[in-house]
């Protein structure tokens, strides 16, 4: 045993059985702190010992624990992190998969063990590139699948060798931004590194939406599924004219409501312009003016939606085509629970009346039935979509863009950035019609 010449900064001791040296000092707010200096040379520990106990206080002047901590130790208390605000119901069930993954494969399989206040701007640079040829170049190259769990099953699915999408990307720079944040807030860094995108953008920019003929066998096909018979003897097959086949079975109840639900949720994204996270964020007490108008005929009803997500709060206002589909939802929610929504009950609710996350399954299963998983440029179609078709619907039939940019929370520069083609389809009779154009003049 033995003690450090400066009792008043450090104590070096060795333990029990050990010849190799330790020390222990305490920071004020932070406690004791006790290292080891991995020799058992006296003069090589007491060395060590000021460069620890300098760096230590260095640290402490600026805020910071007085212990560095690496990417790797830090990237683990903020999976510990997003899985307390899921218990919570801070977070949504799902991020509580899906972002530990991201962290654990992209994130850690990067920084590791690097101390997290070392990690610099071009640091988060290299990464990026690193990311983009992750399952292309990088460690995923010889990887064949992915497993994951679901629903208490250990599953896998193919990789997929191709640079992530900008979509992707984005989500993961928010990730990684909020993986920095907090740990300044744990104070293990002064300033998060900046983290930005630099990637360029397709040429064609308009979001997947749907032609109005489209729209309309969407809904059809939506409706058909929703009066399929009763089936009394066994499963037959069907052909249709363009050659598709497939098998009638007996809808039980549960299906029955299941694509009930999803035909209101159509209607009402495709009528009110929605996004999917504040069609999912929808309260009973969301739709102002609904229990006073009920029983009312259509036409006398005056409903209003307030909408919450994308850190965007405001009013919209739904065409009739919506209105109807409330009705059907109340209905459900009142023979699945037994008594009338609250204010605080989810308009979207399974048979338990809680919040249903997402219907983009259903969703896609029903475009692949209609032969409309893609649009004309093979870009895949999701609940997105019925947003769009609401917006390029209203532009084509004349709305003012100031009215739709406020009754869907959107900027105008984004509705013209991605729609103004439908913005030039309005005019095209004007555009193309000899007597409406002003003649040109030569000088």
């Known amino acids: 045993m033995g003690s450090s010449p400066s009792k008043e900064r450090y104590q070096l001791f060795q333990r029990t059985g050990s010849a190799k040296w330790q020390m222990r000092f305490s920071i004020k707010g932070q406690g004791q702190i006790k290292r080891s200096l991995e020799t058992s040379d006296r003069f090589e520990a007491e060395r060590k010992a000021e460069e620890i106990w300098f760096e230590a206080n260095y640290r402490a002047r600026q805020g910071l624990t007085a212990k560095a901590r690496t990417f790797e130790q830090v990237a683990e208390d903020f999976i510990t992190h997003i899985q307390r605000e ?118 064609d920019n308009r979001r997947p939406s749907f032609e109005p003929h489209e729209f309309e066998k969407l809904v059809e096909t939506s409706l058909g599924r929703l009066g399929d018979p009763i089936m009394v003897d066994q499963p037959r097959r069907v052909r249709s004219k363009d050659q598709r086949s497939w098998t009638i079975k007996k809808l039980d109840e549960h299906t029955r409501r299941d694509r009930t639900i999803l035909h209101a949720y159509i209607m009402i994204a495709a009528f009110s312009g929605f996004r999917p996270t504040e069609m999912r964020n929808l309260n009973w007490g969301d739709v102002l003016g609904y229990r006073k108008g009920r029983g009312k005929p259509l036409e006398e009803r005056d409903l209003r939606l307030r909408a919450r997500g994308k850190g965007k709060s405001g009013i919209a206002i739904p065409q009739l085509g919506a209105l109807p589909w409330f009705d059907a939802l109340w209905m459900l929610f009142e023979q699945a629970v037994g008594r009338e929504p609250n204010d605080e009950d989810p308009v979207f609710a399974n048979e338990r009346g809680e919040r249903i996350g997402s219907v983009a399954k259903g969703f896609t299963e029903l475009l692949r039935t209609c032969g409309l998983e893609r649009d004309h440029r093979g870009v895949k179609r999701t609940p997105y979509s019925l947003r769009h078709f609401y917006i390029s619907q209203q532009l084509a039939h004349g709305a003012e863009i100031i009215d739709i940019s406020r009754n869907t929370i959107t900027a105008l520069v984004m509705i013209d950035h991605h729609y103004g083609q439908v913005r030039l389809e309005r005019v095209v009779d004007r555009l193309s019609c000899l007597d409406a154009r002003p003649p040109w003049r030569q000088r």
């Open 86 to 203: 899921v218990e919570r119901g801070e977070r949504r069930t799902d991020q509580g998969k899906s972002e530990p993954a991201i962290i654990r494969r992209y994130f850690i399989g990067y920084f590791g063990q690097r101390p997290i206040d070392g990690i610099t701007d071009p640091d988060l640079e290299r990464y990026a590139e690193w990311r983009r040829t992750y399952w292309t170049e990088g460690p995923g190259k010889d990887i064949a699948y992915i497993h994951y769990e679901r629903g208490g099953r250990r599953l896998r699915r193919p990789v997929k060798r191709a640079a992530p999408t900008l979509s992707r990307q984005r989500g993961e720079a928010v990730l990684l931004r909020a993986l920095f944040r907090q740990a300044m807030r744990w104070g293990y860094i002064k300033t998060p590194p900046t983290i930005s995108l630099r990637v360029k953008r397709a040429s």
